[in-house]
T-cell receptor, first 112, second 110 residues
Framework: DAGITQSPRHKVTETGTPVTLRCHQT?????MYWYRQDPGHGLRLIHY???????DKGEVSDGYSVSRSKTEDFLLTLESATSSQTSVYFC???????????FGNGTRLTVT | RKEVEQDPGPFNVPEGATVAFNCTYS??????FFWYRQDCRKEPKLLMS???SGNEDGRFTAQLNRASQYISLLIRDSKLSDSATYLC???????????FGTGTSLTVIP
């Protein structure tokens, strides 16, 4: 969706380094999500936000933290990257449980 | 047990064929249901929402069976451009979390 931008699109980093992924939306959606997608697992929720400064954990939150200081931006931080965090990360936004999610175009992260 | 389960396929069908995918979910209190399409190395894109009475969009028909806890997607007159992975998505009433199936791979063959 044109209204959701992820940066960077690709990143290669070394084990132990911190990494921050950014999601920016112009949709004014209340809810924002970070998912990771891996072969055989599909999309798994890392963290989500239901408003500015309001966040909660998903099913695979260990090793990740998030922040949402304004409606438009949702940051995902890997404090100390590990090889198991090599994945494709998708940001999504939504307006509530009865509305579909809209996705950014993804960030491909490789941890060496 | 996974919250949402799909047959991963792959489904290889000839052009013009009709193909159906099913998806089962574990939480009977599930609130909303969707089908997404994902092309290789791209983000998932909404194909259609699934309504209780069933709904159709051109060659695509989605149905919901709450008693048996599954949703289905029917594609008629398959086109080469339908080749993709199809993801079912369920939102449970508890919390605003969306659960994804692992996807079903479809290849339409000329």
């Amino acid at each position: 969706d044109a209204g959701i931008t992820q940066s960077p699109r690709h990143k290669v980093t070394e084990t132990g380094t911190p990494v921050t992924l950014r999601c920016h939306q112009t949709e004014n959606h209340r809810y924002m999500y970070w998912y990771r997608q891996d072969p055989g697992h599909g999309l798994r929720l890392i963290h989500y936000s239901y408003g500015v400064k309001d966040t909660d954990k998903g099913e695979v939150s260990d090793g990740y933290s998030v922040s949402r200081s304004k409606t438009e931006d949702f940051l995902l931080t890997l404090e100390s990257a590990t090889s198991s965090q090599t994945s494709v990360y998708f940001c999504a936004t939504g307006q509530g449980s009865n509305s579909p999610l809209h996705f950014g175009n993804g960030t491909r992260l490789t941890v060496t | 047990r996974k919250e949402v389960e799909q047959d991963p396929g792959p489904f290889n069908v000839p052009e013009g064929a009709t193909v159906a995918f099913n998806c089962t979910y574990s939480n009977s209190a599930s609130q909303s249901f969707f089908w997404y399409r994902q092309d290789c190395r791209k983000e998932p894109k909404l194909l259609m929402s699934v309504y209780s009475s069933g709904n159709e969009d051109g060659r695509f028909t989605a149905q919901l069976n709450r008693a048996s806890q599954y949703i289905s997607l029917l594609i008629r007159d398959s086109k080469l451009s339908d080749s993709a992975t199809y993801l079912c998505v369920v939102n449970f009433r508890t919390g605003n979390q969306f659960y994804f199936g692992t996807g079903t791979s479809l290849t339409v063959i000329p």
